[in-house]
């Protein structure tokens, strides 16, 4: 959510309160020699940024973003005020993630990434950390979806959807691929969670239950209205829910309770 906005010559700043967050956990985790922070679905770099800040601080980084017109706007800023990050406008699938870092000659082990690309996140994520091991992890979930019910949005090459909420995926979905790959999930900021490599954290270690009673005790935005009984709902309940309210989607998804 944003908490703060302000003017760089031209260009509107968007602040969002994960950026309180990302800080405050950057402190307690060992940094490389020089940070790297990679930015998936970075928009036009300056809207609600999870990197921006970190980049005004030296690091160095990858951008990527597969709009054209929000491209422009971030290289136009980028390439004034922090012409030593790297940005590519591209879409970025699970078959091409790995090939595209591989270019851009990432590490496979770096600081940060930032993960909101509003589709088969997911999916892109489980490619991403068979690959590499960023330390931090942010990656946006699909808020409206409570635990203990898994969502995810899966990949296809035509993948488009007009369902409202149809995207990214569920808490518990995110973690459960946590648990695969060695994360553990330690916080919840609204719809940006938070995961650190296991043998790094210093944190407790929340289950998706515990991490989303930020959500079901914040505020809420209007546009989740149409979701909101899925709180009160037993988890049969907002199964049918959610079966009904997604019955006539054709992309490919996972819905599932879990125990």
Known sequence: ?????????PYQIHVNSSIRWI??????LPLSTQPLALDIGAHNGLYQSNSLFLYFQGWHGL????????????????SEYLPWVQHACQEITPDTIVSCLEQNQIPQ????????????????LKRLLQHYQPSLICA?????????IAFAAHYASDWQSTTPHFFGMSLTYLAEIAANFDYQLI??????????????????????????????????????????????????????????????????????LRA
């Open 1 to 9: 959510m944003i908490i703060d906005q302000f003017q760089i010559g």
């Open 23 to 28: 800080q405050n956990y950057l402190k307690e």
């Open 63 to 78: 951008c990527l973003e597969k709009d054209p017109q929000r491209y422009q706007e971030l290289v136009s800023f980028y």
């Open 109 to 124: 082990q770096f600081d940060f990434l930032s993960l909101d690309i509003d589709s088969y996140d997911a999916d892109l």
């Open 140 to 148: 946006e979930i699909n808020e409206v979806i409570p635990p203990p």
């Open 187 to 256: 916080g919840l900021d609204f719809n940006n969670a938070f995961l650190v490599r296991k043998e790094l954290n210093p944190w407790p270690h929340l289950s998706a239950v515990q991490a989303y009673k930020n959500y079901r005790e914040g505020l809420k935005p209007q546009y989740n209205l149409d979701m909101h009984d899925l709180l009160s709902c037993s988890s049969t309940e907002a199964m049918a829910f959610l079966k009904y309210h997604f019955k006539q989607e054709i992309m490919p998804y996972t819905l599932k």
